[in-house]
C-alpha cells in the first residue's frame, strides 16, 4: 500500500538548532512593521510552508486571503477598534489601564494582512478522521498558520495574530460567505528586531508558566483543576 | 511599556534552509515506531518546544499528558477500532476497501501517546483576546503542537495525530474531567525514516492541491465555493 522512497538522512546538530531557535525566537508582532511590501516569491514561499502542515484526511481546507488593499486595511482596523473598545469595559480598573496601554495590532502599519480561511466543508479527505472530530478540519488550519510563522521567523517576518475582531464584521469585510470559517487574521511584514520575549510578558499582563506545571504522566493532573475558572 | 533586548541577529541561508526541511519532510507517522521510549530530556525538550507556542492573551492553556502505560494505550487502541468500525460505513464500496487498507494510527508500537488537552477556562491570560473569538483558546493549542511536532521531526522523532476516538472515551480513559478538551491525541517515537509524501497521497485517498488554487487576493475566492459541499 505505502510506496515511495523512504528518506533516512537524519538533521544534522546545527539543523536542529535552527529548528528550536525559530521556535523559541518566533513572536507575536504588533510593531515594527516596515512599509516595504514582502516580494511575491518570499510570500509565495511562506505560503507553500503552510500549505505543507498536516490535514485531517488531506483535506487541506486552508484557503488564504492575501489582503494589500489599504482601503480594506483601514475597514478591518474599524472592526479592530469597535471590538478592542468594547473589551475594555470586561476589566477591573487597574487591568483597564494595563489594557489600554498595551499595542494589540499592527493593521495600518503591516504592508499586508492574510486571512486564513477554513472551509469545515470541503470535499477533500472525504471525511476521514472527521466522524468523531469534525474540528480537526479547524485545527488543520491552525497548524498551517504556525507553519508559516516559524517560516516567516527564519526570513525575519513578523506576523501577528488578531483576533480583537468581530467575525461576522471580517467576513462582510472580505465577501467570506457562509460555511467557511475565519480561522485567524493576520499582519505580516518585514520587522527590524523580534523582542527576546513576549510583549504581553514585558507588560506585566502575564506570567509564563513553568513546563513541569503544564506536564502530567498518563492521567489527567487534578492540579490542572485549581488553574481553572471552570 | 516595552522592555528588553532586541534580537537582531538574522538566520542565515542554512538555518533558513533547516527550517524549511523540517517543515517539508514533517509526516503524520502511522507506522515504524521503534520500541524505545524518548528519553526524558529529548521528552521535555519536544515539550518546552510546544510551551513556547503563540497563545491568545499569553493564556497557555496548553496541558500534556504523557502516557506510557501499555494498559492505557491498549484501551485508546480498543477506543480506535469501535471508531474506526462506525467509520467505514461512511464510504461507498470502492472508497471502503481503500480505506481498510490504510494504516489510519500506530497506537499499540508507539512507545509514548501525548494527549493535548485544552483548558478553556483557564484564568490566565485575563480573557484577553479572546472575546470576540474564544475559539483563539483551543487554537493556541493546536499551535502548540504543531511545534512539537517540528521539533520532533528534526530529532528524527514521528508524529501521529489519530482523531477516530470518541472524545468522551478518551476523557473517560485519562480522568479528564469535563470543561476541559481533548484536542488532540498523538502517537510519538524514534522512527528510522520518514516517507518523501503523506501516506494518504501515497496510498491514493487524496491528492494534494496545487497552492496557487487555495490563495486569492483581497477578497474570498468564489471558485473556492466549487470544492464545498456547503
Chains 1, 2 share one sequence.
Not at 525559530?22 to 511562506?46: H, S
Not at 470541503?122 to 497548524?143: D, F, I, W
Not at 518585514?190 to 507588560?203: K, R
Amino acid at each position: 500500500m505505502v510506496q515511495g522512497l523512504v528518506m533516512n538522512k537524519g538533521f544534522s546538530e546545527a539543523e536542529r538548532k535552527a529548528v528550536y531557535r525559530a521556535i523559541r525566537e518566533r513572536r507575536d508582532v504588533r510593531r515594527g512593521f516596515l512599509p516595504d511590501p514582502l516580494p511575491d516569491d518570499l510570500l509565495q514561499r511562506l505560503l507553500a510552508c503552510a500549505h505543507q502542515a498536516p490535514s485531517v484526511g488531506l483535506m487541506q481546507p486552508w484557503r488564504f486571503i492575501v489582503v494589500r488593499d489599504r482601503q480594506i486595511h483601514r475597514s478591518v482596523h474599524e472592526i479592530f477598534r469597535e471590538a478592542n473598545a468594547e473589551a475594555v469595559g470586561d476589566f477591573d480598573d487597574a487591568r483597564q489601564a494595563l489594557y489600554t496601554g498595551l499595542k494589540l495590532e499592527g493593521l495600518l502599519e503591516a504592508p499586508q494582512h492574510i486571512c486564513v480561511v477554513c472551509d469545515e466543508n470541503a470535499r477533500q479527505g472525504h471525511g476521514l478522521g472527521r466522524k468523531t472530530m469534525p474540528e480537526t478540519a479547524l485545527y488543520s488550519a491552525v497548524c498551517a498558520i504556525q507553519n508559516l510563522w516559524l517560516a516567516a521567523r527564519a526570513e525575519g517576518v513578523g506576523v501577528g495574530w488578531v483576533s480583537i475582531l468581530h467575525p461576522e464584521k471580517l467576513r462582510a469585510a472580505l465577501n467570506i460567505p457562509s460555511g467557511f470559517v475565519t480561522v485567524a487574521y493576520l499582519c505580516i511584514g518585514y520587522v527590524n528586531d523580534f523582542l527576546p520575549s513576549p510583549e504581553l510578558e514585558n507588560a506585566g499582563w502575564e506570567t509564563r508558566t513553568p513546563l513541569a506545571e503544564l506536564v502530567s504522566f498518563d492521567r489527567f493532573d487534578d492540579r490542572w483543576r485549581t488553574r481553572s475558572k471552570a
